[in-house]
Every structure is written in structure tokens, then in C-alpha cells.
């Protein structure tokens, strides 16, 4: 996995964030927004995850676009980025779009480390994955939920459950006594996911 930093490498504060090409085209966007709602130091640590679809799912599923199924290798690139923080002397907040959100969530279920989950318009129609948050414990007190309001309104059916299912994982992260926000983006899944991933890493590095 390639690893880009951005910002101050000695900081205490460190964001960690799996990225694609598409993420990496509005990271130097995303950390300057970063930077604009937060006084704090900080060091955003972009990992680029090999295979989007493998890498970030935690459990296998079949493809809801395109032809890609879900590999299920959430926990090996788990496994990869808590050597990132090793430093048990530094704050790690982990955080991501889209299905590096959904994941982010996860990771949170697996782990102590991270003192902050920021998930901007996760994915939150993987299959089961509202099941597994009713099932489990998650082991972070910060979570920042975000979703754009055209989302479910999409075509394929899969994809438009995610509306109903962030606000049941909202719910239940509140009944959990997560300190949590659900925030209602304008436009579509596509729209402005750099200034959207800022906004939720602000969020939980300030709370």
C-alpha cells in the first residue's frame, strides 16, 4: 500500500484515511479544508488501498454496480494500518468516503485505537452490515456520520437503502452513548467528497 502524508509528521494528532486515485485527486483540497475548520496539528496519513472493492469490505458480498464482487479483506488492511500507530503517545482518528467510510466504521468495532470514527457517506447498504452494528460493540466514543440528501434516492435499490440505514445507525450509536452527528450534505453520492471527508475529520478532531 503506498502511504502519503500530509501536514506536520512529529504531530500527536494523526488522521488516518484509506484513498483511492479518485480520493487522491482532492487530498491537497481535503487536508487545505482540514486545516480552514480545525486550529489543531495535525498529520492526515492517506493510505491507497490495491483493490478498493477487496480491501475496505469485511465480509464478502456480490457486486451491487459493475461486475466486482466485495473480497472481504477489511481485516488485512486493518492488520496494515494499525502499524501506522504504533505511537501509543499520538491520538489516531480513522475516517474515509464512501466504502473507506463504511470501513472506517468497522475498523471501530475491531479496535481501541482510534479515538474517532469519520465516516462521510459511508456505505452503509453493504449487506448486513446494520446487523453487525445491533450485534456488536463498537470501541470508539466519537462517531461523524454524514450523507449526501440525493443518495437514496438512487436507482439501484441496494444503494438506496443507505438512508434508512444511516439514520438506524445513528439511532443506535446514540442508544450506545457515542457522542455522534449525522450531517445532511447537499447533492448526490459524487458531489464534493473532499470538502465532505474534511468536514467529518474537523468534526472529530474538535469534539
Known amino acids: 500500500m503506498e502511504i502519503l502524508k500530509y501536514g506536520d509528521p512529529r504531530s500527536d494528532i494523526v488522521l488516518i484515511q484509506p484513498v483511492d486515485d479518485h480520493d487522491l485527486e482532492g487530498i491537497e483540497r481535503e487536508f487545505a479544508e482540514i486545516r480552514s475548520r480545525s486550529n489543531m496539528s495535525f498529520c492526515l496519513t492517506a493510505v491507497k488501498a490495491d483493490n478498493w472493492n477487496n480491501d ?9 454496480f459493475g461486475k466486482e464482487n466485495f473480497g472481504g479483506g477489511a481485516s488485512k488492511t486493518l492488520e496494515e494500518l494499525l502499524r501506522l500507530c504504533a505511537d501509543k503517545s499520538k491520538t489516531y482518528y480513522i475516517g474515509g468516503y464512501s466504502l473507506a467510510g463504511l470501513f472506517a466504521l ?3 468495532y475491531q479496535t481501541d485505537v482510534f479515538s474517532g470514527v469519520a465516516a462521510a457517506s459511508p456505505s452503509m447498504w453493504f449487506p448486513d452490515f446494520d446487523v453487525y452494528m445491533e450485534q456488536n460493540v463498537i470501541r470508539t466514543g466519537t462517531v461523524y456520520l454524514s450523507l449526501g440528501d440525493r443518495e437514496e434516492k438512487a436507482k439501484n435499490p441496494v444503494m438506496a437503502t443507505v438512508g434508512g440505514r444511516i439514520r ?27 470538502i465532505r471527508t474534511a468536514k467529518a475529520f474537523a468534526w472529530v478532531m474538535d469534539t
Not at 475496505?56 to 457486486?63: G, Q
Not at 438506524?168 to 473532499?194: C, M, Q, R, Y
Open 56 to 64: 475496505l469490505s469485511p465480509w464478502e458480498a456480490p457486486a451491487v
Open 106 to 108: 468497522w475498523a471501530a
Open 168 to 194: 438506524k445507525a445513528h439511532e443506535l450509536l446514540k442508544e450506545n452513548n457515542v457522542n455522534s452527528i449525522l450531517e445532511w450534505n447537499d447533492g448526490n453520492h459524487f458531489k464534493d467528497p473532499d
